[in-house]
């Protein structure tokens, strides 16, 4: 069964094939923003051009996409109601004004987004559970039938339902649910006790909105690209990757579109962490860098990093997924001067349309794409392979214009310095996962992916006093690649929100005993399962929980391994303080993804540089050199090339410093050792010296 895996990026749209021998086939086509679906459709038919195979012959496609999160960043989603309980209309404008959750802590002109409801399509309606779930006041169905004709009346397209201490008994958003399905049979509704069964009143409210607003158009795109396939001859099994790291099928999405938020980072994560079993790569730091976003996540013992709440553009989401952090850093940022002389980076992207100038397509504003085309570090005859020729004169004209002359410096100097911006802005994105979580970097590898992650790591992984780079097969199709390697997933949870010392670890047990059998159910039956169990926790009196792993279900178990988290996040333990058991969640895993061997295109049994490449390493005009530039398909297994050199493939492109040692291992994968002449000495190493 031949396999392939669509990752719709905000610039390029990749896709990637392999067939029923590992063979794997690449694509790479531009994003339509217009309708994202026809962009993954294109994908879709020049993949089987290349492989020479028929759509009726795959079996299987994978597919991620930004657009959940661009839909809410943009404030591009459906016109959503909300319906909560009397007195909690406002929920969405008070927020969670204690824990500070806003976008800059330190900001005192911080203005929060509007809310994601305007107060106008925000209803009331008279009923009340208490905290353990008993009623307090009966649900008045005639104020609901009253709500739903306004509704009617209204552009809104979907509604969420939030009602106080639902995730305790959700009998009265049941029966709401009930109506307004039965009163607006065209609406997409969705529920809190299904979205996020969660304490916490604003979180759970503000993720059901969010999986609101995201639902019809979401469903359209599904049933779009279900229709499109189908139309093109494909019969095969279309899921979706999550941002949990795991597939899904269409159906799951469609209803719970938040879990799209992630997806298409959580497919790079997916493929970095199946690589590392077969390479043995445990602990790493994975930099994304595509076109429009710098994405940073960490693997330890060869698992993700995971959390259950992001702020997504200061809005509050609580779904379960792969800790990632995202900055405005990509290959397509604009680069700018502010008021004050300073360079500056992002967030705004010149996209897929009309893309970086160089791409010829209209624009006019310099991006890091541009000044890395200047500088050498990309080249303009074979970018793509050579399917998309790059227009330097165009970049240097942006750069010279925007950059330069503001600047008061040469064209190659502002490209220089755009460049070195890039750098530290993700060099500090790195930090935040790394140094203040407790973790030392240079105890990681430094896997690059991202069709613009190559060209910045090993400058990355320098300033951070790394050792070793990784470049993995396909790197600029590395989350395509994931979509085809991950697994299927189900994530459950629910809410305990009581003190661990009050709690009982048979009963606990058998929670989720039952929680693992439901979680097992949404899975094929016929492939190997796993089951993991969490738990998050907290000090009494803290405002947030941390998420840990459960292998004992008696209280003094737990307590014992929420203390050694807390220790390593924190620096810290209350041993006198009461542990608040918040929820319980369970992960199941289906073995489905491909778990065969990758062949790639042949190497050449006696590779030899095919040309030059002018680089310009630093500002000064004595930085600048003739390197030679290596094929990567051209390189067999265990054969090492030395820099100063260029190592370039159809999806990216690397270069070597003096002194560092790129070698071809099995599969393909490329591992750079750093010069330590080159590694700036560490603040350590400098105090002993």
Avoid at 308 to 323: M, T
Avoid at 373 to 386: A, K, W
Avoid at 441 to 447: I, K, S
């Amino acid at each position: 069964m031949k396999r392939i895996g669509i990752d719709v990026g905000g610039t390029f749209t990749d896709v990637v094939l392999v067939d029923e021998v590992g063979r794997v086939h690449t694509a790479k086509v531009p994003t339509t923003p217009q309708d994202r679906v026809i962009g993954a459709l294109n994908g879709f038919r020049r993949i089987l051009e290349i492989a020479g195979c028929a759509a009726g012959d795959v079996g299987f496609i994978g597919h991620g996409s930004t657009m959940a999160t661009n839909m809410v960043v943009e404030r591009t989603g459906a016109p959503t109601a909300l319906v909560a309980t009397q007195g909690f209309r406002d929920l969405l404008e008070l927020r969670r004004i204690a824990r500070h959750d806003r976008a800059d802590l330190y900001d005192l002109q911080f203005d929060n987004p509007a809310p994601l409801v305007p107060r106008r399509w925000r209803h009331e309606v008279t009923e009340r559970m208490d905290w353990r779930g008993q009623v307090e006041t009966p649900l008045d169905e005639a104020a609901l039938h009253a709500i739903a004709d306004r509704i009617a009346q209204s552009p809104v397209q979907a509604v969420a339902i939030a009602f106080l201490h639902a995730a305790a008994n959700p009998a009265h958003e049941k029966r709401a649910a009930e109506i307004l399905a039965q009163r607006l049979p065209g609406h997409f509704i969705s529920v809190s006790h299904e979205v996020n069964p969660e304490v916490g009143e604003y979180e759970r409210t503000s993720t059901t909105v969010m999986n609101a607003m995201l639902g019809p158009l979401c469903a359209r795109y599904i049933g779009a690209l279900q229709d499109g396939l189908r139309d093109a001859g494909f019969r095969g099994e279309l899921l979706f990757m999550g941002s949990n790291g795991g597939l899904a099928d269409a159906a799951l999405v469609a209803a719970r579109p938040v879990l799209l938020l992630e997806s298409g980072p959580a497919g790079g994560v997916s493929a970095a962490i199946r690589l590392g079993e077969r390479h043995g790569w445990q602990d790493a730091i994975l930099g994304d860098m595509g076109g429009t976003t710098f994405d940073v996540s960490l693997v330890r013992a060869g698992r993700a990093e995971l959390r259950s709440q992001v702020l997504l553009h200061s809005y509050a989401v609580r779904a379960p997924s792969i800790d990632i952090e995202s900055i405005g850093a990509g290959g397509g940022s604009i680069a700018w001067v502010d008021a004050g002389g300073g360079v500056r980076i992002g967030p705004q992207s010149a996209g897929a349309d009309p893309g970086p100038a160089c791409y010829g397509r209209g624009g006019t504003r310099p991006t890091v794409t541009d000044c890395n085309l200047l500088l050498g570090y990309i080249d303009p005859d074979t970018f793509l392979d050579g399917g998309f020729k790059l227009d330097r004169a165009a970049a240097q004209r942006a750069v010279e214009l925007h950059l330069a002359q503001p600047l008061g410096l040469d064209t190659l100097a502002a490209a220089h310095a755009v460049r070195a911006v890039a750098n530290a802005l993700m060099a500090q994105a790195i930090r935040l996962m790394t140094v203040e979580r407790g973790h030392d970097p240079r105890g990681f590898d430094y896997l690059c992916f991202g069709g613009a992650g190559p060209v910045h790591a090993l400058d990355l992984a320098r300033s951070l006093e790394m050792a070793r780079v990784l470049v993995p097969p396909v790197p600029g199709l590395f989350s395509a690649l994931g979509m085809v390697l991950a697994d299927r997933q189900a994530d459950l949870q629910a809410a305990v929100d009581r003190p661990l010392s009050a709690c009982d670890g048979a009963e606990l047990g058998a929670r989720y005993a039952g929680m693992e059998e439901a979680a097992r159910g949404r899975l094929p039956a016929d492939a190997a399962q796993s089951v993991r169990r969490r738990a998050d926790c907290r000090y009494a009196g803290q405002p947030d929980s941390i998420m840990i792993d459960v292998e004992d279900c008696a209280p003094a178990a737990i307590r014992e391994a929420f203390e050694a988290a807390h220790l390593h996040l924190w620096n810290f333990t209350k041993p006198d303080q009461p542990v608040l058991l918040n929820n319980i969640r369970v992960e199941a895993r289906a073995a489905t993804g491909w778990r065969g061997a990758l062949r790639f295109a042949e190497a050449g049994t006696e590779p030899k540089p095919h040309r030059t490449r002018h680089v310009q390493f630093g500002p000064g005009p004595n930085s600048a050199r003739d390197v030679p530039v290596w094929r990567r398909r051209d390189l067999p297994e265990g054969f090492a090339v030395e820099g100063p050199a260029v190592i370039e493939e159809a999806s990216s492109s690397l270069t070597l410093g003096p002194g560092d040692v790129a070698r071809i291992e099995a599969g393909g994968a490329l591992v750079i050792s750093l010069s330590a002449e080159q590694r700036p000495a560490s603040v350590f190493e400098e105090a002993l010296a």
